[in-house]
């Protein structure tokens, strides 16, 4: 598709300049100021342009629980909150542990035909916590491991995990949870398999990147490993930044304590945290009742990380554009995440001074499972483009 995009204050992590963008065939091709082609030409004076996002760490739910989610709601949702490009986590029914999963959900997402979609395999087969022969047939164009929502608790099998990516080139997404320790502690549960996983790591030379982290204990043993040298990378939640543990809402890992919240921006600011993600976990009004843990997330993320880092002066727009586009892209080795000639034209229009209320009535996905309804919040997502084409208008 081919796009002129005039008069936007253009922004990504590192620029910030009034001008054009223009997008041939579905890729950047023209930026700069004055650009006139025979055209479809959106006009977005008073809007900000920048990367579409990118979330490493999401749940469609699709194989086997489409009543709270599906593929096409979920990309829906994804490019109503300016997300273009997803990595889904595999605790589906069944759990992604084959070939015939993965293909599965990549041809629906094709068939769909709105968003990049990436499939996460599990660690063991169907999350039984010690078998791992299946990853011996994983496809090459699987680039992500986890056994998100439940964890690997065997010391051992966890070795051997890791071993066994790196012969494979794959990243291990660890779920910091040591079940059996969670009942009385989940904040020691998030800390020792934190720790584990990263003397694993450097143990092994695998790379690993650590989800959702929560608390200043695992925050401070990811710095010490990255100041080792140790290819490790993690990502926050907006919840996890925005809320604490005063506000009752069950998510895993838990809100946690201010002085963690506090933390976590500091890291963010000093460049120890490595990108935004948001565990976008959809769950039916009754199974939410029942305690399941978890809530959407992708169609309020800019809103909150927004507010809560850029209005309140903790970051720029330049480095939010880091966390939310060009890191998640740069781990997940696609070609997006920054406004440059030749690469894809999935990009954002976004205005930062609209005051937006959470309304979950009005949301894309099936979910309406947030701790943030009825809450403000700065930034409105105007369009959403994929290469080239404006899927999402507001």
């Given amino acids: 598709?081919?796009?002129?995009?005039?008069?936007?204050?253009?922004?990504?992590?590192?620029?910030?300049?009034?001008?054009?963008?223009?997008?041939?065939?579905?890729?950047?091709?023209?930026?700069?100021?004055?650009?006139?082609?025979?055209?479809e030409v959106v006009d977005a004076k008073g809007l900000i342009l920048m990367p579409s996002f990118i979330d490493l760490h999401v749940h469609f739910r699709e194989p086997g629980y489409e009543y709270k989610e599906d593929i096409r709601t979920g990309s829906l949702s994804a490019l109503r909150g300016g997300y273009t490009t997803v990595n889904l986590m595999g605790n589906t029914n069944p759990i992604c542990s084959t070939k015939e999963t993965v293909d599965y959900v990549l041809k629906t997402s094709e068939e769909v035909g709105l968003i990049d979609i990436h499939q996460t395999v599990s660690m063991t087969r169907d999350f039984d916590g010690e078998d791992i022969s299946h990853l011996d047939n994983i496809p090459d164009y699987v680039k992500f491991i986890s056994d998100d929502g439940k964890g690997v608790k065997n010391n051992k099998v966890m070795l051997d995990i890791m071993i066994k990516s790196k012969e494979k080139d794959l990243v291990n997404i660890s779920h910091a949870e040591d079940e059996d320790i969670t009942p009385f502690c989940t904040r020691l549960s998030e800390?020792?398999?934190?720790?584990?996983?990263?003397?694993?790591?450097?143990?092994?030379?695998?790379?690993?990147?650590?989800?959702?982290?929560?608390?200043?204990?695992?925050?401070k043993y990811i710095i010490e490993a990255k100041r080792s040298g140790a290819n490790v990378t993690c990502e926050v939640a907006p919840h996890h930044i925005a809320l604490t543990n005063e506000v009752e809402y069950r998510v895993n890992p838990p809100l946690r304590e201010k002085e963690d919240v506090e933390f976590l921006i500091d890291c963010i600011k000093n460049n120890w945290v490595d990108m935004i993600a948001t565990d976008h976990a959809p769950h039916s009004e009754e199974d939410k009742k029942n305690g399941a843990p978890g809530m959407v997330g992708l169609e309020t993320a800019f809103s909150v990380c927004l507010t809560k880092l850029v209005k309140e002066g903790h970051i720029g727009l330049n480095k939010l554009s880091e966390l939310m586009s060009k890191n998640p892209a740069k781990l997940m080795k696609v070609n997006k995440g920054e406004i440059k000639i030749g690469l894809d034209g999935d990009l954002v229009l976004v205005d930062i001074d609209k005051k937006i209320k959470v309304n979950p009535e009005e949301f894309a996905s099936k979910g309406r499972n947030t701790v943030f309804k009825d809450m403000e919040f700065f930034g409105s997502v105007e369009k959403t483009i994929v290469k080239g084409k404006v899927l999402y208008s507001r």
Avoid: P, W
């Avoid at 992590?13 to 065939?25: C, L, M, R, T």
């Fill in 191 to 219: 800390n020792i398999i934190t720790s584990r996983d990263i003397e694993l790591a450097k143990y092994t030379g695998a790379r690993l990147h650590m989800a959702h982290v929560s608390t200043i204990e695992a925050m």
């Fill in 1 to 39: 598709m081919d796009l002129l995009i005039k008069n936007a204050r253009i922004i990504d992590s590192s620029q910030d300049f009034k001008g054009d963008v223009y997008i041939k065939d579905g890729i950047i091709d023209k930026i700069g100021k004055d650009i006139n082609i025979n055209c």
